[in-house]
């Protein structure tokens, strides 16, 4: 199945704290590709000024779903939200 939507979400974290981020990324990826509908890829861009977390969904209404789920609000977002310096920015994308 190709990708049709991507959900982008950037943050601003510590040097010192993106051990612990790539911990939650890696603790929670496969669970993700697993038991989320319609995700398909994921993947963890680091950059000096931000980490990214790029996911693929077969649907926008998957993305979307994604952040209503149990595994978003009580495992990921509770993992990564003591390691930000601010709060992320959310964005789901259309593929063209």
């Known amino acids: 199945m190709n990708v ?3 959900l982008e979400i950037t943050m601003t974290i510590n040097e010192s704290n993106r051990p ?3 911990k939650v990324y890696t603790d929670y990826r496969k669970p993700f590709l697993d038991t989320i ?3 398909l890829t994921k993947d963890l861009l680091i950059r000096d000024e931000d980490v ?3 996911h693929g969904f077969d649907s926008v209404e998957h993305a979307k779903a ?3 789920s149990d595994l978003f609000k009580n495992d ?7 390691l930000w310096s601010a709060a992320p ?4 994308y259309t593929v063209a």
Not at 89 to 92: P, W, Y
């Open 4 to 6: 049709k939507a991507y």
């Open 20 to 22: 612990a981020a790539a």
């Open 37 to 39: 509908e319609g995700a």
């Open 52 to 54: 990214q977390v790029l």
């Open 66 to 68: 994604y952040l209503e």
């Open 76 to 82: 990921v977002f509770t993992g990564l939200k003591p």
């Open 89 to 92: 920015d959310v964005k789901i």
